[in-house]
């Protein structure tokens, strides 16, 4: 029956059977367009519109206090779309600041839901959310702690869900950090067998950490003069959106507005970069900010002042703002493991917290796949060889896409599906 | 009797507003102990001579962010559950009457507004959509004129005041309503003065009817609406809408 299933879904999802990746046909060949454009409504995979997605919250550590002014983040909020019928099980992780029902989980979802999985979303541990109420430390982006506090959830998860569904069997499938995260995860499956995951999808993950987050921090350094003239340049956009807006009345501020003002706005490719730096940013000042009130840790928000629920966040969200991804790395992340463990050091710490660390297991664990993109700019040259080294077969890497940017492509969500294949 | 049961609702959404008001914990900072300078101190971070997009007049941040808290909890607790009801009980085309007679009515406002601020074309546009939508399209139960070519164009008497050079202002969270400043807080009132809906369909002023009407008017728009408070996954999201309030009333005024 799943089979069965599978081979019907495959087909809507392809919309032609059998195309080859010769002729790859996605249409951005541009990484930075790519990125923040995606995939045009007319190369996207037949997926459903809507699926029974349920959102839910749940209590990870019992009796844990939330900090006052993230009084709003108490519960992890996490989603599940769940079949009638036995069926698989995949747990979706979402990349850096990404939450259970972001655009891409939900891309995720609707694919292996029409497939015929039971899909959970969840958060990146990067999150506000997971951080607040499901990361064991309140440090995020801890390739093994992320990974132990993400498989705490999942089991949390499966016992909630339990006496509703039959599970036939566990999956994972994560995009960007969250497949990252997903190569963690069935390594310490492998240990505590809690799931025994069949297989396992790596979508867009970066090999070295500090690799990826160096290079998009420095993205934002496309903002024509440096970050000093984010206003200045927040300004500007804003205009030229008006001008689109005006002519296109209410569509251009839609969703599917956004691809028709993009195509009358003609950015250049160093400005799509700077959108792609201050979306990065975005993340990375709401991630420090909100470990840094969960630990009182002194990073930007002074020791021991404790906000309320009204406190306003001025001046804090502006320094967060002007702080990058591998500032929070050397001044809060690597003081905070280091206070834990004296014999730390700086590099070695950097050098764990990437999949050159698992590399044996990778290599043996024949259960996970990845896809990836040649033109992905999160990668530093020579890092695709890793995949293609490390994962031979089992790497399928398009010629271009960006990073993330051909997910809803439907030669990618047929192959999203068939390398879930038992 | 209609009176008490009036002033009775009245009170009841009144009362925990006031309590919050007045009541409860401070917006200020509490010390714990000794205060450490953080690692990153914004003295030594922000350079005052740059200019920073979520800069926003925020006199009243105080109130506002009390404000924004008890929209945030009434929004969870009352406001989501009714419309999700709302959706649960109507069909959809039903669902979609309603909203297109609202936004039928509106465009009365539409037009006044578009005279004030001698758009013609809008005017003509908003005048054209009206005429066709209530008679083709059954007292504006439907909307033809969009299907033939001629899209809503919204215009309020904020816009107006704003085309004619009146700045902002304060920003001001309302009750329910959310973000505004205070030249759209006018431009709500004033909307109301030039054209009442509820005097135009008929309905009794201060009774079950006009109570009704204005239910329903909010449950329309909350259904229309996809924002989600503190999901974004942002402690700061109150500046974070406080900044994309600001920006879309100026391409709103722009247009």
Same mark, same amino acid.
């Given at each position: 029956m799943r089979t069965i299933l599978f081979s019907i879904s495959l087909f809507l999802a392809t919309g032609v059977a059998g195309a080859t990746s010769e002729s790859y046909g996605y249409p951005h060949q541009d990484p930075y367009v790519a990125t923040v454009v995606g995939t045009p409504p007319e190369f996207r995979a037949v997926l459903p519109e809507k699926i029974p997605l349920k959102k839910a919250r749940l209590t990870v550590f019992e009796g844990r206090e939330v900090p006052e002014s993230l009084w709003y983040e108490e519960g992890l909020r996490y989603s599940y779309a769940l079949q009638k019928q036995a069926a698989p099980l995949v747990f979706l992780i979402a990349g850096t600041g990404g939450s259970h029902d972001g655009g891409k989980n939900q891309i995720m979802a609707k694919a292996f839901y029409q497939a015929g999985f039971h899909v959970v979303g969840l958060s990146s541990p990067t999150f506000a959310n997971f951080i607040v109420s499901a990361s064991e430390t309140g440090v995020p982006g801890h390739a093994y702690r992320d990974a132990a506090d993400l498989y705490r959830v999942m089991t949390l998860v499966r016992d909630e869900l339990q006496s509703r569904i039959q599970v036939t069997g566990h999956f994972v499938a994560g995009y960007s950090l969250g497949g990252f995260n997903a190569a963690f995860v069935a390594l310490l499956d492998e240990q505590r067998k809690a799931f025994n995951f069949e297989k396992v999808l790596m979508i867009n993950p970066p090999v070295r950490l500090y690799s990826s987050v160096s290079l998009l921090d420095r993205?934002?350094?496309? @903002?024509p003069g440096g970050v000093d003239n984010f206003n200045q340049y927040y300004k500007s956009l804003v205009e030229r959106l008006t001008q689109v807006y005006k002519r296109g009345d209410r569509l251009a501020l839609s969703e599917d507005g956004f691809y028709k003002a993009y195509q009358e706005l003609q950015f250049k490719n160093e400005e799509l970069a700077a959108l792609i730096g201050v979306s990065f940013r975005l993340t990375s000042a709401d991630l420090a900010l909100t470990a840094d009130i969960m630990n009182d840790a002194g990073y930007i928000k002074p020791k021991n002042l404790r906000l309320t629920k009204y406190s306003s966040m001025q001046p804090y969200d502006k320094v967060a703002m002007r702080l990058g991804f591998t500032d929070y790395v050397h001044a809060f992340f690597y003081p905070h493991y280091k206070a834990k463990d004296p014999s730390l050091t700086r590099a070695g710490l950097i050098e764990e917290m990437s999949l050159a660390d698992i590399e044996e297991y990778l290599r043996s664990a024949t259960k996970i796949e990845v896809m990836h993109n040649?033109?992905?700019? @999160?990668?530093?040259?020579?890092?695709m060889e890793f995949f293609r080294r490390v994962f031979g077969e089992r790497a399928k890497i398009y010629p271009y896409g960006g990073h993330c940017g051909n997910m809803e492509y439907r030669d990618n969500v047929a192959h999203m599906l068939s390398a879930m294949r038992q | 009797m209609m009176k008490t049961m009036n002033s009775r609702i009245r009170a009841t959404l009144l009362a925990p507003l006031l309590l919050l008001l007045v009541a409860g914990c401070s917006t200020k900072p509490v010390q714990e102990g000794e205060i450490i300078e953080p690692t990153f101190a914004a003295d030594r971070v922000l350079r005052e001579d740059v200019e920073y997009a979520s800069d926003v007049y925020d006199p009243w941040s105080g109130l506002n962010r009390r404000i924004y808290v008890f929209n945030a909890n009434f929004d969870r607790h009352v406001f989501l559950p009714v419309v999700a009801g709302y959706q649960a009980v109507m069909p959809d085309f039903a669902e979609q009457g309603v909203s297109n007679f609202f936004s039928n009515l509106s465009e009365i406002r539409n037009v006044i507004n578009s005279v004030l601020q001698l758009k013609a074309e809008s005017a003509f546009a908003g005048t054209w959509r009206f005429i066709i939508n209530s008679t083709f399209g059954v007292a504006g139960l439907f909307d033809p004129a969009t299907a033939m070519g001629q899209p809503q164009m919204d215009e309020d008497f904020g816009q107006t005041l704003g085309r004619w050079g009146v700045s902002p202002g304060p920003y001001i969270v309302l009750p329910i309503l959310g973000p505004s400043s205070l030249r759209d807080t006018t431009g709500l009132v004033a909307d109301r003065l030039l054209f009442d809906e509820v005097r135009f369909l008929g309905l009794n002023e201060n009774s079950h009817e006009q109570w009704l009407y204005y239910t329903l008017v909010a449950i329309d728009a909350r259904s229309q609406t996809a924002f989600r408070y503190y999901e974004m996954g942002s402690p700061m999201e109150y500046e974070m809408v406080r900044m994309l309030y600001s920006t879309k009333r100026e391409m709103d005024i722009e247009k």
């Amino acid at each position: 029956m799943r089979t069965i299933l599978f081979s019907i879904s495959l087909f809507l999802a392809t919309g032609v059977a059998g195309a080859t990746s010769e002729s790859y046909g996605y249409p951005h060949q541009d990484p930075y367009v790519a990125t923040v454009v995606g995939t045009p409504p007319e190369f996207r995979a037949v997926l459903p519109e809507k699926i029974p997605l349920k959102k839910a919250r749940l209590t990870v550590f019992e009796g844990r206090e939330v900090p006052e002014s993230l009084w709003y983040e108490e519960g992890l909020r996490y989603s599940y779309a769940l079949q009638k019928q036995a069926a698989p099980l995949v747990f979706l992780i979402a990349g850096t600041g990404g939450s259970h029902d972001g655009g891409k989980n939900q891309i995720m979802a609707k694919a292996f839901y029409q497939a015929g999985f039971h899909v959970v979303g969840l958060s990146s541990p990067t999150f506000a959310n997971f951080i607040v109420s499901a990361s064991e430390t309140g440090v995020p982006g801890h390739a093994y702690r992320d990974a132990a506090d993400l498989y705490r959830v999942m089991t949390l998860v499966r016992d909630e869900l339990q006496s509703r569904i039959q599970v036939t069997g566990h999956f994972v499938a994560g995009y960007s950090l969250g497949g990252f995260n997903a190569a963690f995860v069935a390594l310490l499956d492998e240990q505590r067998k809690a799931f025994n995951f069949e297989k396992v999808l790596m979508i867009n993950p970066p090999v070295r950490l500090y690799s990826s987050v160096s290079l998009l921090d420095r993205m934002l350094e496309n @903002i024509p003069g440096g970050v000093d003239n984010f206003n200045q340049y927040y300004k500007s956009l804003v205009e030229r959106l008006t001008q689109v807006y005006k002519r296109g009345d209410r569509l251009a501020l839609s969703e599917d507005g956004f691809y028709k003002a993009y195509q009358e706005l003609q950015f250049k490719n160093e400005e799509l970069a700077a959108l792609i730096g201050v979306s990065f940013r975005l993340t990375s000042a709401d991630l420090a900010l909100t470990a840094d009130i969960m630990n009182d840790a002194g990073y930007i928000k002074p020791k021991n002042l404790r906000l309320t629920k009204y406190s306003s966040m001025q001046p804090y969200d502006k320094v967060a703002m002007r702080l990058g991804f591998t500032d929070y790395v050397h001044a809060f992340f690597y003081p905070h493991y280091k206070a834990k463990d004296p014999s730390l050091t700086r590099a070695g710490l950097i050098e764990e917290m990437s999949l050159a660390d698992i590399e044996e297991y990778l290599r043996s664990a024949t259960k996970i796949e990845v896809m990836h993109n040649e033109d992905d700019f @999160i990668l530093e040259p020579g890092e695709m060889e890793f995949f293609r080294r490390v994962f031979g077969e089992r790497a399928k890497i398009y010629p271009y896409g960006g990073h993330c940017g051909n997910m809803e492509y439907r030669d990618n969500v047929a192959h999203m599906l068939s390398a879930m294949r038992q | 009797m209609m009176k008490t049961m009036n002033s009775r609702i009245r009170a009841t959404l009144l009362a925990p507003l006031l309590l919050l008001l007045v009541a409860g914990c401070s917006t200020k900072p509490v010390q714990e102990g000794e205060i450490i300078e953080p690692t990153f101190a914004a003295d030594r971070v922000l350079r005052e001579d740059v200019e920073y997009a979520s800069d926003v007049y925020d006199p009243w941040s105080g109130l506002n962010r009390r404000i924004y808290v008890f929209n945030a909890n009434f929004d969870r607790h009352v406001f989501l559950p009714v419309v999700a009801g709302y959706q649960a009980v109507m069909p959809d085309f039903a669902e979609q009457g309603v909203s297109n007679f609202f936004s039928n009515l509106s465009e009365i406002r539409n037009v006044i507004n578009s005279v004030l601020q001698l758009k013609a074309e809008s005017a003509f546009a908003g005048t054209w959509r009206f005429i066709i939508n209530s008679t083709f399209g059954v007292a504006g139960l439907f909307d033809p004129a969009t299907a033939m070519g001629q899209p809503q164009m919204d215009e309020d008497f904020g816009q107006t005041l704003g085309r004619w050079g009146v700045s902002p202002g304060p920003y001001i969270v309302l009750p329910i309503l959310g973000p505004s400043s205070l030249r759209d807080t006018t431009g709500l009132v004033a909307d109301r003065l030039l054209f009442d809906e509820v005097r135009f369909l008929g309905l009794n002023e201060n009774s079950h009817e006009q109570w009704l009407y204005y239910t329903l008017v909010a449950i329309d728009a909350r259904s229309q609406t996809a924002f989600r408070y503190y999901e974004m996954g942002s402690p700061m999201e109150y500046e974070m809408v406080r900044m994309l309030y600001s920006t879309k009333r100026e391409m709103d005024i722009e247009k």
